[in-house]
């Protein structure tokens, strides 16, 4: 029997409260979209020490960064806190970014959803916007507060990996955020768009380093069949050796 990739995921985080504990855990469609990609996952907590979480990793063919219903927290961004802003507990916040620094120091491939693309590329060295409907011009809803069920159509762009994974035609995909990337870390390109110009995924300038953020989330009840070939792509880059881009078709018009 052929051995499967070993695919990290980390866990989310609250805190103890008055009548309850702290507690650790995870939304089902991670590790769920994982094995039905071809993957082992493995949860990742939110181990206190670097040489502890460096060991964890050595032993990972790929990583996938979680998202969650909360954000970064927008004073260590430099940002005036928004009234919608809703920061995350410190512990997932530290460990989220250390795990984000070893991930792009090992060059483990990566596949970053929702927030962990936001914190991904925080760490690379980008920013963000706290809140796209005022921070965008003529910016899009990006999230429904009521029915969590919104979708919008996304730009690709050709010749990248996410054109690779969809192909030609339109696109939808779920949305549900109100952070967004704003100025693109160095060592990514923008994969996809929004009609308002809120970069929707980004990849790796690196050919010999596979990593994808996507703002919206292949993993959830809300998402395409399409969405699938996400992770299909990403545990095939987890596989073997993370091959060069095909030359990709023109694109149709929508």
């Known amino acids: 029997m052929a051995r499967k990739p070993l695919i990290g995921i980390n866990?989310?985080?609250?805190p103890a409260r008055k009548d309850s504990i702290p507690l650790t855990w995870i939304n089902s469609g991670y590790y769920d979209s994982v094995t039905a990609a071809g993957g082992l996952p493995m949860v990742i907590p939110p181990l206190a020490s670097d040489d502890d979480l460096r060991q964890y990793l050595e032993m990972l063919d790929g990583l996938v960064i979680t998202g969650g219903a909360l954000d970064l927290d927008p004073i260590r961004l430099?940002?005036?806190?928004?009234?919608?802003?809703r920061p995350m507990p410190n512990r997932r916040e530290d460990f989220d970014r250390r795990l984000c620094r070893l991930a792009v120091e090992m060059k483990i491939p990566v596949l970053a959803i929702g927030l962990g693309m936001q914190e991904l590329n925080v760490v690379c060295g980008g920013t963000l916007y706290q809140h796209v409907t005022e921070d965008v011009p003529k910016a899009f809803h990006h999230r429904d507060?009521?029915?969590?069920?919104?979708?919008h159509i996304i730009d690709i762009v050709p010749g990248t990996r996410v054109d690779k994974i969809y192909?030609?035609?339109?696109?939808?995909v779920n949305s549900q955020h109100h952070m967004a990337v704003d100025q693109l870390a160095h060592c990514f390109k923008v994969s996809a768009t929004a009609g308002d110009g809120v970069i929707e995924a980004y990849e790796s300038i690196s050919d010999d380093w596979f990593c994808l953020g996507v703002q919206w989330h292949p993993e959830n009840t809300t998402a395409s069949a399409l969405d699938m070939q996400v992770?299909?792509?990403?545990?095939?880059?987890?596989?073997?050796?993370?091959?060069?881009?095909?030359q990709m078709p023109q694109r149709r018009a929508a």
């Open 145 to 151: 507060t009521v029915e969590n069920c919104l979708r």
């Open 231 to 246: 992770f299909e792509n990403f545990l095939e880059a987890c596989e073997e050796p993370e091959p060069a881009l095909l």
């Open 78 to 85: 430099g940002l005036e806190p928004h009234p919608s802003t």
């Open 167 to 172: 192909g030609p035609g339109e696109i939808r």
């Open 11 to 14: 866990a989310d985080f609250r």
